[in-house]
């Protein structure tokens, strides 16, 4: 793991009086990496090398409530977070970027180009639906799709979800990456699992699907006008397979889609180079 972090930075920025952490490497264009739930940074070691070699600056985030940046009792809607994330890139110094989002960071980087248009040049989103673009999925489904839905509804009721994983946040955060990944050898579960088993962190995570109700409350307005940038959906075969690409249509006037195979949820991990071959050429702008 070592031979990705050694031209890393590390710069904490203060945001209404919350500590963000960024990794940062290379130089160029700056491209704002956000990743999902349980992850950190972390996520996007192998892209970021990828983005440092090809001439951009790869700016990693931990969101809030994640990895060694602040958790907050609050703000943990979409608007809120990606309104952090962009005064965290202003403090940085970059007032146009390009965004990639993971999962919850897919919810992350929509609101962010959709709140602020000007800012996001480029908007590439993998493996999740946003809720309130999506229709709601039905409560009674398979057991291979109720495997990606039923924490929806877990991490969202108070309470029970911290009072059941205390003492227990490694074991709950290796079932998820145990069910949801399918190159499970690629990815960094450890790093994740001991994240996620400091004091606060579960609650954090938690906090984001709490807050879907507003979020889909925003998303129902940001769905009335569609993104003018670029962007690109890319699903994972064993994984949502083409739904990121579904939850978009309609909602980005320039919109292709991706899917990689022989891979689980976890994307930039299982299958980096495959990831990386679709969003390089996307961003450098050459027509699919």
């Given at each position: 793991?070592?031979q990705?972090?050694?031209?890393i930075?590390h710069e904490?920025?203060?945001?209404?009086g919350?500590?963000?952490?960024?990794a940062?490497?290379?130089s160029?264009k700056?491209?704002?990496?956000?990743p999902?739930?349980p992850?950190t940074?972390?996520?996007?070691?192998?892209v970021?090398?990828a983005?440092?070699?090809?001439g951009y600056?790869a700016?990693?985030?931990?969101?809030p409530?994640?990895?060694y940046?602040?958790?907050?009792?609050?703000?943990?809607?979409?608007?809120?977070?990606?309104?952090?994330?962009?005064r965290?890139?202003?403090?940085?110094?970059h007032t146009q970027?390009d965004?990639?989002?993971?999962?919850?960071?897919?919810?992350?980087?929509y609101?962010l180009?959709?709140?602020?248009p000007?800012?996001?040049t480029k908007?590439?989103?993998?493996?999740?639906?946003i809720?309130g673009l999506?229709?709601?999925?039905p409560i009674?489904?398979?057991?291979?799709?109720?495997?990606?839905?039923?924490?929806?509804m877990?991490?969202?009721?108070?309470?029970?979800p911290e009072m059941l994983?205390?003492?227990k946040e490694?074991e709950y955060?290796r079932?998820?990456f145990?069910r949801w990944?399918?190159?499970?050898?690629k990815v960094?579960?450890?790093?994740?699992?001991?994240?996620y088993?400091t004091?606060?962190?579960l609650?954090?995570?938690?906090?984001?699907y709490?807050?879907i109700?507003?979020?889909i409350?925003?998303?129902l307005?940001?769905?009335k006008?569609?993104?003018a940038m670029p962007?690109l959906?890319i699903?994972?075969?064993?994984?949502?397979?083409d739904?990121?690409?579904?939850?978009?249509?309609?909602?980005?006037?320039?919109?292709?889609g991706a899917?990689?195979t022989e891979c689980?949820?976890?994307?930039?991990?299982e299958?980096p180079?495959a990831?990386i071959?679709h969003?390089?050429?996307?961003l450098?702008?050459v027509?699919a």
């Amino acid at each position: 793991m070592h031979q990705h972090e050694n031209h890393i930075t590390h710069e904490y920025v203060r945001i209404a009086g919350q500590r963000l952490h960024c990794a940062i490497t290379g130089s160029g264009k700056p491209v704002l990496l956000i990743p999902g739930w349980p992850q950190t940074w972390y996520a996007w070691r192998h892209v970021m090398a990828a983005l440092a070699s090809q001439g951009y600056q790869a700016i990693a985030i931990d969101p809030p409530g994640s990895g060694y940046s602040d958790r907050p009792s609050g703000g943990y809607d979409t608007g809120a977070v990606a309104a952090t994330l962009h005064r965290a890139m202003l403090a940085l110094g970059h007032t146009q970027y390009d965004v990639v989002g993971h999962d919850i960071g897919m919810w992350v980087g929509y609101a962010l180009a959709s709140d602020f248009p000007q800012a996001v040049t480029k908007l590439a989103l993998t493996e999740a639906v946003i809720p309130g673009l999506a229709p709601a999925p039905p409560i009674f489904v398979a057991p291979a799709d109720n495997i990606f839905l039923w924490h929806f509804m877990f991490n969202q009721v108070p309470d029970l979800p911290e009072m059941l994983t205390a003492g227990k946040e490694r074991e709950y955060i290796r079932f998820i990456f145990d069910r949801w990944s399918y190159r499970r050898d690629k990815v960094a579960v450890d790093v994740y699992a001991e994240a996620y088993a400091t004091p606060g962190a579960l609650r954090a995570g938690f906090a984001y699907y709490r807050a879907i109700p507003e979020t889909i409350r925003q998303n129902l307005e940001r769905a009335k006008r569609s993104l003018a940038m670029p962007v690109l959906a890319i699903g994972a075969d064993h994984a949502t397979n083409d739904a990121p690409l579904l939850t978009m249509q309609g909602k980005a006037s320039i919109l292709q889609g991706a899917i990689v195979t022989e891979c689980g949820h976890f994307i930039m991990e299982e299958q980096p180079e495959a990831f990386i071959a679709h969003l390089l050429p996307f961003l450098a702008g050459v027509a699919a």
